[in-house]
């Protein structure tokens, strides 16, 4: 693995406010904690969800997640570490380990289970929506295993270890690219004391979630379990973090689609009628 010096930024975007996640539950009782909700659809577009699982209480994850639908977007699931089996209705299976990832295109319409494969242990991870743009909310599902050693990764001068599953980082490509959302999608291990920048196009929409320890970014602390939203300043070219402590974070931007967003549970359409008819198709078997 080749040690990379993070680019030199002109200016570093800030943190335009600190979310903390809702603890819920979903499935069939898998608790949770719901960090990007509805709330922040359009600050935050392309994305529409971010869950953040994690317990070593198999009574709160070991029934999962079974059948259910989804039309309009993109799932990615990150696995920390647990094991996760993936079956859907379009004839795909996989098993979800530690550091793997699962990324779905939903698309016109997949039903699918996510179900824990351990009876004891540490179960954790994070679930991301994507949304598709009009033009593809109707494409074919997709479905994509990447194993953890397929995720690329680098380490910086600071000893900052990155682990990069999408978009581009410090001219590491990650394991996916998408072309009308250009999503990054960044693991970041910062020991204490050390700091990492990475460039992001201005137009794009940003925020980290910190689930070990904390960073400051510019004058603002982002502890653990919080969502830091990045500022779209006009004259930044990127951000840079500095752990407090030993610290690990998700970095996340994309392209906003900037078109309706229309969200009815697990479908999400730019229009009403579009709602309604992804619900006729899906009690009707229309669904692959």
């Known amino acids: 693995m080749n040690t990379i010096k993070p680019i030199a930024l002109h200016q570093s975007r800030?943190?335009?406010?600190?979310?903390?996640?809702?603890?819920?539950?979903?499935?069939?009782?898998?608790?949770?904690?719901?960090?990007?909700?509805?709330?922040?659809?359009?600050?935050?577009?392309?994305?529409?969800?971010?869950d953040a699982f994690g317990s070593d209480n198999p009574d709160d994850y070991i029934a999962g997640f079974p059948d259910h639908p989804h039309r309009g977007f993109e799932t990615i699931t990150y696995m920390l570490s647990g094991r996760m089996r993936h079956r859907d209705n379009a004839g795909h299976e996989g098993l979800l380990k530690h550091g793997d990832v699962q990324w779905m295109t939903a698309g016109r319409g997949i039903i699918h289970s996510e179900i824990p494969e351990q009876k004891d242990g540490v179960m954790e991870g994070f679930q991301l929506w994507l949304n598709l743009p009009a033009k593809r909310k109707m494409a074919e599902p997709w479905y994509r295993d990447i194993a953890s050693q397929e995720i690329p990764e680098y380490v910086t001068t600071e000893n900052v270890t990155v682990r990069v599953i999408a978009g581009t980082s410090n001219g590491v490509a990650g394991a996916v690219t998408r072309e009308d959302t250009e999503p990054m999608y960044l693991d970041i291990h910062l020991p204490a004391g050390a700091s990492f920048s990475t460039a992001l196009p201005v137009s794009n929409n940003a925020f980290i979630y910190v689930y070990r320890g904390a960073v400051r970014v510019g004058d603002t602390l982002v502890e653990s379990h919080r969502m830091g939203i990045l500022s779209n300043t006009m004259k930044a070219d990127g951000v840079t973090?500095?752990?407090?402590?030993?610290?690990?974070?998700?970095?996340?931007?994309?392209?906003?689609?900037?078109?309706?967003?229309?969200?009815?549970?697990?479908f999400v359409m730019n229009t009403q009628d579009e709602i309604h008819q992804a619900m006729d198709d899906f009690r009707n078997g229309r669904f692959i």
């Open 14 to 50: 800030g943190i335009d406010r600190i979310i903390e996640g809702v603890a819920t539950s979903d499935g069939a009782g898998v608790k949770l904690t719901r960090v990007l909700t509805g709330k922040v659809h359009h600050r935050l577009d392309p994305f529409l969800m971010l």
């Open 241 to 266: 973090l500095t752990a407090t402590k030993d610290a690990r974070l998700l970095l996340i931007a994309g392209k906003p689609l900037n078109e309706p967003i229309v969200q009815y549970g697990p």
